[in-house]
């Protein structure tokens, strides 16, 4: 049995290993420098080497003023042992490379102004070549030119692209670590505000908190989700500036606050100055600055794709920890309720409303990477990438995005992210802040609930992942994380004894501005009954 099961693994794990890939890259060189370039090919044709040092050297000879349909005009001596670069058009694929075969050279290149798309011809015309055969931006090979002269020397190589890239790993570190400080940070507030000044502390509606204690909010924030998704599907070019400029202003705001609560953990000074009257922390103009100064560059240069994806995880970060420690759920019953109708929210939008859309991709979807983004696309085993630059297509800040790091051949044709959306981290995040404000009302010096619940979150995460890598597709993290994070917190309040006041948590919307914090003193009844066990 022992066997078996490791046999199920290793296959599994040897299945997501690598694939094989389209795209493949050109390395250029002179003996001096060299410069790699984005081709693209088709492994049922003659397989490239999978490393630099295997693949063979030859010297490239430059017929693009011919489209090779035949070998007039063509002397064998020229080309023979050497690769060649034609111009694309006139004649299938096919029949280049047998006429590039026939005169002896030892590798074709097709340069392209339009679509680099996987070459392909009968199953019957792969058998009869056997030299490599690739499609390569005409621009490049001109930009190569001039660069590398007349000594110009390739190699074709097609490295392997693992499915379990090191950016799967890191995007788990983002999720995770994000959701943990951010359910701290809910649940160090809660307890300040419980602390402050002996019992007479702010409440929340002072303290600039909001807080969904009805069922009837709850149904209606989701709905207000839902209406804001499908403006966006059917109005995106026009929303799209104004969630970008909503999300400049919001993420320096959070990343403000983030920063000042760091400074004012760490006890940073906080030294000041007056003009008529008027009173400024220079901490604060430091960070203003700052935040702003970072929040204008993302918003200037949001469409480079190589170097702004750092900032927008910083900012995304900033955000989704501003909103978990602002947005607070009262009780168990108020969480069970949100996360299942964002879950139902999440699966439609992502798995249903493609037998609905025109071109059979989802609403999420659609709107997450935009309807006009550019860059490479993929139809089963054939690749399209754009063979001259392309506007930059306005995407939506709505996500965390991290390079694939492995897919080196596939970045030379276009960056290549995985993605994972701030939803993903903020509804499961609201339900670890709730457990977290919950240790404090119960004082549980071990934190149950909330290590419980980052850890159910991590597994739902890891699921999220495993399930992704095997189905070859985009998952609704919140199908796995959802499960994950309410079962959990219940199963634990249930161990403990303490599901009904788990699931009552605490109601902040019957209590005036002169309430005293909760569990402060022993309270009287009506409150007795209710908080009685909560104490210790």
């Not at 709850?218 to 970008?244: E, Q, S």
């Not at 995880?313 to 978990?324: R, T």
Request: charged residues 15%; contains cysteine.
């Amino acid at each position: 049995m022992e066997r078996a099961v490791r046999f199920i693994i290793l296959s599994v794990i040897f299945s997501v290993s690598q694939i094989n890939c389209q795209e493949a890259v050109l390395h250029v060189s002179n003996g001096s420098t060299y410069k790699e370039y984005c081709i693209v090919y088709n492994h049922s044709w003659t397989p490239l080497s999978q490393t630099l040092d295997a693949a063979l050297q030859y010297p490239l000879v430059n017929m693009t003023g011919t489209v090779l349909c035949n070998n007039s005009g063509v002397s064998p001596d020229v080309v023979k042992g050497k690769a060649l670069v034609v111009m694309r058009g006139d004649c299938d694929f096919s029949q280049k490379a047998l006429v590039a075969q026939n005169l002896g050279a030892t590798t074709l290149l097709i340069a392209t102004n339009t679509l680099l798309i996987t070459p392909s011809a009968n199953d019957s015309e792969y058998t009869q070549i056997h030299i490599p055969l690739a499609l390569m931006r005409y621009r490049d090979f001109l930009e190569a030119q001039p660069e590398f002269g007349e000594g110009m020397q390739v190699k074709l190589y097609a490295p392997p692209h693992p499915k379990i890239d090191a950016s799967i790993a890191v995007m788990l570190l983002i999720a995770i670590v994000t959701v943990a400080l951010g359910g701290f940070w809910s649940g160090a507030c809660e307890r300040g505000r419980l602390n402050a000044d002996g019992g007479g502390g702010e409440s929340k509606a002072d303290s600039g908190e909001l807080f969904l204690y009805s069922p009837l909010k709850v149904v209606i924030f989701v709905a207000l989700m839902c209406g804001m998704l499908v403006l966006m599907y059917f109005f995106y070019n026009v929303l799209v500036y104004v969630i970008i400029a909503i999300f400049c202003l919001a993420s320096a705001s959070a990343l403000f606050s983030c920063l000042d609560a760091v400074m004012e953990k760490i006890g940073c000074g906080t030294g000041s100055f007056s003009i008529r009257s008027y009173n400024f922390s220079v901490r604060s103009l430091i960070l203003a600055a700052v935040c702003i100064s970072i929040a204008v560059v993302w918003g200037v240069y949001r469409n480079e794709d190589s170097w702004i994806w750092i900032l927008q995880d910083l900012l995304g970060v900033a955000f989704c920890l501003n909103f978990m420690k602002t947005i607070s759920l009262s009780n168990f019953k108020i969480c069970v309720i949100l996360l299942s109708l964002l879950l139902v929210y999440d699966v439609f939008f992502v798995f249903i409303t493609p037998f609905f859309t025109k071109n059979g991709v989802s609403i999420m979807v659609q709107v997450a990477l935009g309807p006009d983004a550019s860059g490479e696309k993929t139809h089963g085993n054939m690749v399209e990438v754009p063979a001259e630059p392309q506007a930059p297509s306005e995407k939506l800040p709505v996500v965390m995005r991290v390079p694939r790091f492995s897919a080196w051949a596939q970045n030379l044709c276009g960056m290549q992210f995985s993605i994972l959306g701030y939803g993903d981290i903020i509804i499961p995040g609201l339900l670890v802040a709730y457990c977290s404000r919950f240790d404090v009302w119960i004082n549980s010096s071990r934190k149950i609930y909330f290590v419980c619940c980052c850890i159910a979150y991590l597994l739902g995460m890891i699921v999220t992942f495993a399930v992704m890598l095997l189905s070859g597709m985009g998952q609704p993290a919140l199908l796995y994380l959802v499960p994950f994070t309410l079962i959990t917190s219940a199963v634990v309040a249930g161990c403990r004894g303490e599901m009904r006041q788990f699931w009552a948590g605490t109601t902040y919307e019957v209590l005036d501005s002169s309430r005293e914090p909760l569990l402060r003193e022993r309270p009287t009844a009506p409150l007795k009954d209710k908080f009685a066990d909560l104490e210790g």
